[in-house]
């Protein structure tokens, strides 16, 4: 499966009004309807998660609440999708792997960092924010880490800010898919009722379209190469 923004062709209104053919118009009007919620402001960075159905459940409520990107850090952990917990929401979204180093944390937070993001851990700490209280005028990553041992010294070293969801119990914290539920219900709704700009550009709504559509679509990737070759007969 092709990630949804990883097309070697430029993503263009042409080719998604192609595409949209071979979709039925319910379906077609289904992604119109998602797409506007879609946002990169809020993204999420699961940090070496070793226990896949809580990942998987948390990329169902990443695509529930519009969360488009999803970065995964693998150290220790290769996170693999469970088909039965995710129920098909890894197709709608950006599944952004940090492999390569030894230590990847520091890759994925630090290109975050340069792209704009606010690091904000989510780990109980004295005088941190609450998901009422976390200013989101920034682009935001939320860092979640293992359900055992929490996030590492690093990403907490890197984090901007930490928030932590008040709690009055004995039990210490939430499962990791149940805080990402709680976290993203309430900050995607209090930028919603903002006048911050949190939608995706145009641009960007071009390239998922896109994605979503040869996602969606059997042979999509003949099908594209015809489009261009009718579009352009002689570009090589």
């Known amino acids: 499966m092709q990630p949804v923004n990883d097309l070697n ?11 949209k053919n071979f979709i039925t118009p319910e379906r077609y009007k289904k992604f119109q309807e998602a797409i506007i919620h879609r946002t990169r402001h809020l993204t ?14 948390v990329l169902r ?21 469970n088909p039965d917990v995710a129920l098909g929401s890894a197709k709608w979204l950006n599944l952004i792997r940090y492999n390569a180093n030894e230590n990847n944390t520091i890759t994925c937070l630090a290109r975050l960092k340069e792209s704009g993001y606010r690091l904000v851990a989510t ?16 682009k935001t990553a939320l860092i979640f880490g293992t359900e055992l041992a929490g996030l590492s010294l690093v ?27 709680i976290f993203l219900q309430n900050l995607t709704s209090r930028l919603k009722a903002s006048s911050i700009r ?27 190469e015809n489009f261009f070759l009718k579009k352009w007969p002689d570009n090589s």
Request: proline share 6%; net charge negative; charged share 25%.
């Open 198 to 224: 949190w939608q995706l550009t145009p641009e960007e709504q071009t390239m998922i379209m896109t994605g979503w559509l040869r996602n969606s679509i059997k042979r999509s990737d003949g099908l594209i």
């Open 155 to 181: 990403a907490k070293e890197m984090a901007d800010d930490f928030i932590k969801i008040p709690m009055f119990g004995f039990t210490e914290s939430l499962n990791i898919s149940v805080s990402a539920a």
């Open 9 to 19: 062709e430029k993503p263009s209104l042409q080719l998604i009004d192609f595409l």
């Open 44 to 57: 999420i960075v699961l940090e070496d998660i070793y226990q896949p159905h809580n990942a998987s459940a």
């Open 123 to 138: 780990s109980p700490h004295l005088d941190d924010f609450t998901p009422d209280t976390l200013p989101l005028e920034q």
């Open 61 to 81: 409520t990443c695509d529930c609440f519009g969360i488009q990107d999803v970065h995964i850090v693998e150290n220790r952990n290769k996170y693999e999708v």
